[in-house]
């Protein structure tokens, strides 16, 4: 049996609150009274799917080089970079560039709030950039790339989003491949880069801890103040599509008898985080294949035994969405039979509503993950950040009123979500990999 969710009253109270500056830089900060960790973001709505709108349309995996040398540390970081120092105060730092984000986050003592702070601002408003860190920095990159080559689920992936979202930015992926990157990684393509798209109305600044909002306001503004000759609202359009040369391909299908792990993604548009039926289809994905008690994971693991994964989920971004059906199994019979269940699985969810039993369950097992989620300074930050950049939203959104908005969805609404998936043109994307290890 799920365990009891609490109920929304008894979550995370909504204590977010946000100031936008004059510059459109918007500063959202979570008051946590006694906390001794600080976790501070700053999030850029500028991802793989913005390179389609830069001067240069045929860079690929510039914004994530970009990434790379921001965490170099701006002209008042050292040149050991702004991680390892941040590593001095006893804290940690990272970055990640997504399709339609970049974020940069440190997590230090409290007392060490305001220099972290001005450090991650530094870097993001003025990074050093010094010509001689690229060939460091473009090898880091493609380290990464030929690692996620390898890499048979998040390759599948990426075919995945370039089939099912064909013709947008968003198909592109994060690092694109080794010749494309290489034709236009340098200092020149990536300061223009940085120019284009890292203005003040695309940032969000997060911050999580025991901290006042004024302060940390100030402490934004000052850092504005000093570099604002450099950052500008330039007005460059949102994200176009993509022109390609060729006509999309058929699905990738190349799967046989050899020995070796089958992986099976099936993709279908999905929907974008504004769309009606939003916190439908999560209910949806949940209830199908997202958790130990979904639907697929009884039949096909636990009864069947037919598959080591089994899973459905759901990527939503601002203007569009991508739904997806995982299969792995170490034989192609049983990876065929597994995805069909799968699709059958759905059908069923498109032609009959969930019972008020199975609906509950999967909803407070949802609302259950949310709070779980939000345990910790840096959770917060994440969800506070991700939200207003990637989501789209307009003021923070708390724990409570997302778990309220899940509680909501009504079976109807479920069997509804289930229809505009499984009626849509699905792609596919199958393949064996071949392994000495499979006998």
């Given amino acids: 049996m799920a365990p009891e969710v609490l109920a929304p009253a008894e979550l995370v109270s909504d204590m977010a609150e946000m100031v936008t500056t004059d510059s459109g830089l918007r500063v959202v900060v979570e008051s946590i009274p006694g906390s001794a960790v600080t976790s501070v973001g700053v999030w850029v709505k500028v991802g793989s799917r913005h390179e389609s709108d830069s001067r240069d349309k045929h860079s690929r995996g510039i914004a994530h080089l970009t990434e790379h040398m921001v965490c170099r540390g701006g002209f008042s970081t050292t040149s050991a970079g702004m991680s390892e120092q941040i590593g001095l105060m006893g804290g940690d730092s990272n970055a990640e560039t997504e399709r339609d984000f970049t974020a940069y986050w440190s997590r230090v003592p409290s007392s060490d709030t305001e220099r972290a702070l001005k450090m991650l601002l530094d870097s993001v408003f003025y990074p050093r950039m010094d010509e001689e860190d690229f060939p460091a920095e473009i090898n880091a990159v493609l380290d990464e790339i030929d690692a996620h080559e390898h890499d048979p689920e998040k390759r599948a992936l990426d075919m995945l989003f370039e089939r099912v979202l064909w013709g947008t930015p968003l198909s592109m992926s994060v690092g694109g491949s080794r010749e494309k990157f290489l034709r236009s990684a340098g200092p020149a393509t990536t300061l223009s880069f940085w120019g284009d798209h890292y203005s003040p109305d695309r940032m969000t600044v997060v911050v999580v801890g025991d901290v006042d909002i004024q302060d940390i306001l100030g402490i934004v503004e000052g850092e504005l103040s000093k570099h604002g000759d450099r950052l500008r609202n330039n007005g460059w359009p949102g994200p ?181 998936i499984s009626n849509g043109l699905w792609s596919r994307v199958e393949f064996t990999e071949e392994r000495d290890d499979y006998k």
Avoid: C
């Fill in 240 to 420: 176009q599509r993509v022109e390609y040369e060729n006509e999309r391909g058929i699905d990738y299908v190349d799967v046989s008898n050899r020995h070796g792990r089958t992986f099976m993604y099936h993709g279908v548009r999905g929907v974008p985080f504004s769309h009606p039926l939003y916190y439908p289809v999560v209910v949806l994905s949940s209830a199908l294949g997202d958790g130990h008690n979904s639907r697929v994971n009884r039949v096909i693991r636990q009864k069947l035994g037919l598959a080591y994964s089994a899973t459905s989920s759901h990527y939503s971004f601002a203007d569009d969405g991508m739904f997806v059906l995982e299969v792995s199994s170490d034989n192609l019979a049983s990876a065929k039979m597994s995805m069909e269940i799968m699709h059958d699985e759905l059908d069923k969810l498109a032609h009959a509503p969930l019972d008020q039993g199975e609906l509950e369950s999967t909803k407070r097992s949802l609302a259950n993950e949310i709070m779980l989620d939000n345990d910790g300074t840096f959770q917060i930050m994440y969800r506070l950040g991700y939200g207003m950049t990637a989501a789209g939203w307009e003021r923070p959104v708390s724990v409570n009123e997302i778990a309220e908005r899940i509680m909501s969805v009504t079976a109807e609404q479920v069997q509804e979500a289930a229809k505009l």
